[in-house]
């Protein structure tokens, strides 16, 4: 067998001999024999004759030829002129051209670079051009994915920016040490290409030549920052000069912390006293956190969010560019907000980009959504007793849950299948968030050693035994039933994983990763560890913004959280997971489940949004202004607003949405009221000769006056945790489109008992049998784990089969665009509490929803309704999520 590093080398030959002999335009071209050829070419040189691994290193080259990246969407100003196709020629790309090669030493998929390339071109071009005479100031956004690479990309921006003539580029990288730590190290390996951690120690700059640097070291910009150190005053001054004194850019990565922000700007304004003279570029990591104004208006803007401004205008050329990877993030801003002694807000007035992932991207869409190909979620049943979601801030358990032990397993596994899979040498890490206190991580870290050490031992002293001998060891048992239970499709049975388990668990350490003193970094770096790190890290907030933890295959996560930018910014778990995809696991409960699965459901529908808003050629204005009128803005919306403990008020388009009763009281009182209403309704139809026609078992009146729905939404008792189905907004849509409706009513086709159904005239309902919840424990209301209670194939009541495409199947939102009229759907439930054998917690529940026609985000949002979200809902639904995790020092 050959040496896995002579087959890496026959690999990296190979990739970059295609590239140079196709060119870097035309790599959509390159055909399989193209690679074979390359290949045995590479491999015959060094000696290599096993066509079994020839066969291995084609099949992944033409897996990475094959890995592609969209350009995504861009909205600019009416005022947007480009420059840069005209000044291409006279820039020197020397920054750039070193990191497009050190991104192919990183193994960057080569039509991903290209791509990379383009779009970094795309972002540049609505940067201001930094030759430029006068006074200007840009403010711009970058909406990516969590864990899709925004690093590399705003790396490049940063390369580009500097080839172009930006002086002076700082980069804000979160809140905390941590995050800030890694990005300075990736800023140093793929920007500066000197490591900075030994920058004050009079090491010969040869021997501190990172990433890019190895390259080429010629030009090496300037940092008063280090992976080690913040900005500082006394490093400022160990430096000695000012930025004028440098011929190489400048660029400093500082944490968002009001203390640093201020030294920074005041060491700016006292040792520096030509800054008008340098092109500025404010890169905002993260932009979503800690930069936003939460204050109400008219008050002080909040620290961060005063000194970022504040900062900006110290430069009379400056450029803002933010990064979030949450939809919704930065939109609500208000673009008018002005303060004469700070400057304008930081709404990105000037551009907004949204990212496309690529291909191999394994993102919420692929592991949440109802159309998911990976099956990697575990569901959480027995956490509650030792892991409960309310606990103070000194808890230690007693133990760890039984499913955390069986995540731990899945982790060892999956170490030793990658081995097996020849891939030995790379990251593997674990993630266990389950706490927001770093006391309470530090425990749970304790019992994962613990359980790791023994485990260790035990499968050291039992590996090597017969199978039948090995298993008599009740670890190494508990491993062979993991096994069974979540490996066995795998290519490689026990007999074969027995063996490599020591060397699979060997090398594991548990970390904690927070504010604590016992923390630890994460460090993934080659000289470190040139074979690879494989970690458990145990910790909270430090491992939701922003955090890479490389190679993670294993999660293990409770939170209680419904937020939409803190859950998606936990998720850790999306990335690059070439080759291990099908390994990776994560455990959760099924409220989180059910969250994720509907917010990735919604950011999904949101980007393909971006598309149309972009046909529509939008302005950052206008796209704002469709973003905030999408249904799910209220629940955004108002956590950046309800700090001020008033009502926030929503404008929401319902062109083409679907609303539905989410919660659904269930009191027999308010049961009864609504039955009564069904049946008015239904009488008032029958009497009126309204014509109706059976599609299956249900009902459906078509064409039907407006003010059938109009009486039925008036009468109906609504829940008022259910804010989407408010009566009074919908009631005023209803008014403003005027038109006429279809009436849909469900009927449960396999039931079989008669004597439960619904009756009125000639129509029959029969009840749908729903698994509930209890909506927050209590006696009066029901919701379920997905806030749904209706099927989406129940929306294509009512329209023409001859729009119908070929396939015949529709999902609700293509209903919706085609769709004439509204659609009413009404159906009665029987429902049963989740997980438990009782008989019907409740019966004959009537719920509704309705299709509204049209397509969302084609156009500026028109006939605008008002939605009100009120203190006492919200502290319901979410309860106090303003409490920081963990405060992290200066």
């Keep these: 067998m050959t040496d896995q590093i002579k087959l890496d080398q026959i690999e990296d030959l190979s990739e970059k001999f295609l590239v140079a002999t196709i060119g870097e335009s035309n790599l959509e071209q390159v055909s399989t024999q193209a690679i074979i050829d390359a290949v045995r070419l590479m491999a015959t040189s060094l000696s290599v004759t096993d066509q079994s691994e020839i066969d291995v290193i084609v099949s992944k080259l033409e897996e990475r030829f094959d890995i592609s990246m969209e350009l995504g969407s861009s909205f600019e100003a009416d005022d947007y002129v480009p420059w840069l196709e005209d000044n291409r020629g006279e820039i020197d790309w020397f920054f750039w051209d070193r990191y497009k090669r050190h991104l192919g030493n990183l193994n960057f998929p080569p039509r991903v670079i290209t791509q990379l390339d383009l779009v970094t071109n795309k972002i540049l071009d609505r940067l201001e051009n930094p030759k430029k005479e006068g006074d200007w100031s840009r403010k711009g956004l970058v909406v990516g994915h969590v864990q899709s690479g925004k690093t590399a990309n705003y790396t490049g921006v940063i390369n580009k920016a500097a080839d172009a003539g930006y002086k002076v580029i700082i980069v804000l990288a979160g809140t905390l040490s941590a995050l800030r730590s890694q990005t300075q190290e990736r800023i140093d390996e793929g920007f500066r290409g000197v490591d900075s951690s030994t920058q004050l120690d009079n090491i010969p700059l040869k021997e501190r030549l990172v990433g890019v640097g190895?390259?080429?070291?010629?030009?090496?910009?300037?940092?008063?920052?280090?992976?080690?150190?913040?900005?500082?005053?006394?490093?400022?001054?160990?430096?000695?000069?000012?930025?004028?004194?440098?011929?190489?850019?400048?660029?400093?990565?500082?944490?968002?912390n009001k203390s640093i922000l201020q030294n920074l700007i005041s060491w700016l304004k006292n040792n520096n006293l030509n800054l008008d003279q340098f092109p500025f570029l404010l890169i905002d990591d993260e932009a979503d956190n800690a930069s936003i104004n939460t204050n109400s208006e008219g008050s002080e803007a909040t620290a961060i969010n005063s000194k970022i401004r504040e900062l900006l205008k110290l430069f009379r050329q400056n450029t803002y560019l933010g990064y979030t990877a949450t939809p919704f993030a930065n939109i609500f801003i208000d673009p008018g907000n002005h303060h004469e002694m700070i400057g304008d807000e930081l709404f990105p007035r000037d551009f907004i980009i949204s990212l496309d992932a690529p291909s191999n991207y394994v993102g919420s869409k692929r592991v949440f959504s109802s159309d998911s190909d990976l099956d990697m979620v575990r569901e959480l049943k027995d956490h509650e007793d030792l892991f409960p979601s309310n606990h103070k801030k000194d808890y230690a358990p007693a133990a760890m849950p039984a499913s955390l032990?069986?995540?731990?397993?899945?982790?060892?596994?999956?170490?030793?299948?990658?081995?097996?899979?020849?891939?030995?040498?790379?990251?593997?890490?674990?993630?266990?968030?389950?706490?927001?206190?770093?006391?309470?991580?530090?425990?749970?870290?304790?019992?994962?050693?613990?359980?790791?050490?023994?485990?260790r031992k035990n499968v050291i002293n039992h590996y090597a035994l017969s199978e039948l001998s090995a298993l008599k060891n009740s670890y190494v048992s508990d491993l062979k039933n993991t096994f069974d239970k979540e490996f066995s499709a795998v290519e490689f049975d026990w007999m074969q994983v027995q063996p490599i388990l020591k060397k699979a668990i060997s090398p594991i350490k548990t970390i904690e990763v927070n504010a604590s003193r016992d923390s630890?970094?994460?460090?993934?770096?080659?000289?470190?560890?040139?074979?690879?790190?494989?970690?458990?890290?145990?910790?909270?907030?430090?491992?939701?913004?922003?955090?890479?933890?490389?190679?993670?295959?294993?999660?293990?996560?409770i939170r209680n959280t419904q937020m939409y930018d803190t859950l998606m910014q936990m998720g850790r778990w999306f990335g690059y997971r070439d080759h291990f995809e099908d390994l990776c696991r994560l455990y959760m409960p099924s409220e989180a489940i059910a969250w994720y699965g509907h917010i990735s459901d919604v950011t999904e529908e949101l980007r393909g949004e971006f598309k149309r808003m972009e046909n529509a050629k939008l302005t950052p204005e206008e796209f704002g202004l469709c973003v905030r009128s999408h249904p799910e803005s209220l629940i955004v919306t108002a956590r950046n607003k309800m700090r001020t403990g008033t009502d926030v008020l929503r404008q929401i388009s319902l062109l083409g949405r679907q609303v539905e009763t989410s919660v659904?009281?269930?009191?027999?009182?308010?049961?009864?009221?609504?039955?009564?209403?069904?049946?008015?309704?239904?009488?008032?139809?029958?009497?009126?000769n309204e014509k109706s026609s059976i599609i299956g078992s249900n009902n459906i009146f078509k064409g039907v006056d407006q003010e059938y729905v109009i009486n039925f939404l008036n009468s109906?008792?609504?829940?008022?945790?259910?804010?989407?189905?408010?009566?009074?907004?919908?009631?005023?849509?209803?008014?403003?489109?005027n038109c006429n409706w279809d009436i849909q009513l469900i009927s449960n086709s396999s039931a079989n008992n008669d004597e439960k159904a619904f009756r009125e005239g000639n129509i029959v309902m029969k009840p749908l049998l729903r698994t509930v919840t209890q909506y927050k424990q209590t006696n009066n209301a029901i919701t379920s784990s997905k806030r749904r209670f209706s099927d989406p194939k129940w929306e294509i009541a009512g329209i023409d089969k001859n729009l119908y495409p070929n396939t015949g199947k529709l999902s609700g939102k293509m209903c919706r665009e085609i769709r004439e009229n509204p659609l009413l759907t009404i159906y009665i439930l029987d429902c049963k509490l989740v997980n438990t054998d009782d008989p019907l917690l409740c019966s004959s529940v009537?719920?509704?929803?309705?299709?509204?026609?049209?397509?969302?985000?084609?156009?500026?949002?028109?006939?605008?309704?008002?939605?009100?979200?009120?203190?006492?809902?919200?502290?319901?639904?979410?309860?106090?999520?303003?409490?920081?995790?963990?405060?992290?020092?200066?």
């Design 520 to 557: 630890e970094p994460l460090d993934y770096s080659k000289d470190n560890y040139p074979n690879g790190r494989t970690l458990i890290a145990v910790g909270g907030l430090s491992l939701s913004r922003g955090l890479t933890l490389e190679g993670l295959t294993v999660s293990y996560f």
């Design 716 to 737: 109906y008792t609504n829940h008022p945790a259910s804010i989407m189905t408010e009566s009074q907004p919908i009631l005023d849509y209803v008014g403003k489109i």
């Design 664 to 688: 659904l009281a269930s009191t027999s009182k308010v049961v009864k009221n609504n039955t009564q209403v069904l049946r008015t309704l239904i009488n008032s139809l029958l009497i009126n």
């Design 405 to 455: 032990e069986e995540a731990i397993r899945s982790f060892i596994l999956i170490r030793a299948i990658r081995i097996l899979r020849n891939q030995e040498f790379k990251h593997n890490s674990m993630l266990i968030n389950v706490s927001r206190f770093t006391e309470v991580q530090s425990n749970i870290k304790l019992l994962v050693h613990d359980y790791i050490d023994e485990m």
């Design 214 to 256: 190895k390259f080429s070291h010629k030009n090496v910009p300037v940092s008063f920052t280090t992976t080690v150190h913040d900005f500082k005053n006394n490093i400022a001054q160990q430096i000695g000069s000012g930025i004028g004194d440098f011929n190489q850019p400048v660029v400093l990565v500082i944490k968002k």
């Design 846 to 890: 009537v719920a509704w929803s309705i299709s509204f026609p049209g397509i969302a985000g084609s156009k500026k949002p028109e006939n605008l309704v008002r939605y009100v979200v009120n203190t006492t809902w919200w502290n319901q639904e979410f309860g106090n999520i303003f409490e920081e995790e963990e405060i992290d020092s200066e």
